[in-house]
């Protein structure tokens, strides 16, 4: 699994409200044997059967259908989650944890367009917590690269970084990013930042050596190609 990925799940995880790691942990469970227990034998079934119990009670609880969406992410149906997120977002139309879950589902949907419309909607409403527009940000950017608009990936993804200026895992995500769009050292002031941070962080210490290397590589190849001759011309 890549950095993002790593960090999608760490940050939607630390996101779910409270008991929802819960429902996440026996909603996998059942997805894979098939089981939904009669009656509760643990905190996770209980939190399980508690959000379900939640949305059949109340069809229109916004908030049971933002952590149903949460669970279905988390174990990868995220067609689900989309029709959950999108219920939501329809109940709750100020949401903005609601309109970052639905955005989430529908990266992890490839609905890139959807999901950048989503998440640039979450990022105008009020409410939220810093966790959560940073969140908004983070997924806007992987929105906008997967669609190949990598200038507005990278502004977003700068925002998130800023947001989070204290998770590296953010920071490689925004410092890979600029490496993709050919910016390297912009991407290697970035993980002199980590370094910075953090002092023993040994991988950041190899991509600055590395990044480098292929800078100075750059560098000689351009002067190379302006070289002059033995005659006074250029080689180009």
């Known amino acids: 699994m890549n950095v993002f990925g790593r960090l999608f799940f760490r940050v939607l995880i630390f996101a779910l409200i409270a008991g929802i790691v819960a429902v996440v942990g026996l909603l996998a469970e059942t997805a894979l044997v098939g089981v939904n227990p009669k009656a509760p034998r643990t905190y996770i079934e209980r939190a399980y059967m508690d959000a379900k119990d939640a949305v059949k009670a109340d069809p229109k ?32 139309r100020e949401s903005v944890d609601a309109h970052l879950t639905l955005g989430i589902a529908q990266n992890k949907a490839g609905q890139y367009a959807n999901a950048a419309k989503t998440l640039r909607r979450a990022l105008t ?38 947001m989070f200026s204290e998770d590296i895992n953010v920071s490689y995500v925004y410092a890979r990013a600029l490496e993709k769009a050919g910016k390297l050292k912009e ?50």
Do not use: C, H
């Not at 049971?64 to 109940?91: C, D, F, H, M, P």
């Open 125 to 162: 409403l009020k409410g939220g917590t810093g966790e959560l527009y940073g969140q908004a940000w983070l997924n806007l950017g992987q929105a906008y690269e997967s669609q190949g608009k990598m200038e507005d990936a990278l502004a977003a993804y700068k925002k998130a970084s800023f």
């Open 187 to 236: 991407a290697v002031e970035v993980y002199e930042d980590i370094v910075m941070y953090v002092p023993d962080e040994q991988k950041a210490k190899d991509e600055i050596k590395r990044l480098n290397a292929a800078l100075e590589s750059k560098k000689k190849e351009s002067t190379s190609k302006v070289a002059p001759t033995a005659s006074g011309t250029s080689t180009r």
């Open 61 to 92: 609880n916004p908030n049971a259908r933002t952590a149903l969406a949460k669970a279905y992410i988390a174990i990868g149906q995220y067609n689900k989650a989309v029709e959950q997120g999108s219920i939501a977002t329809r109940l709750d």
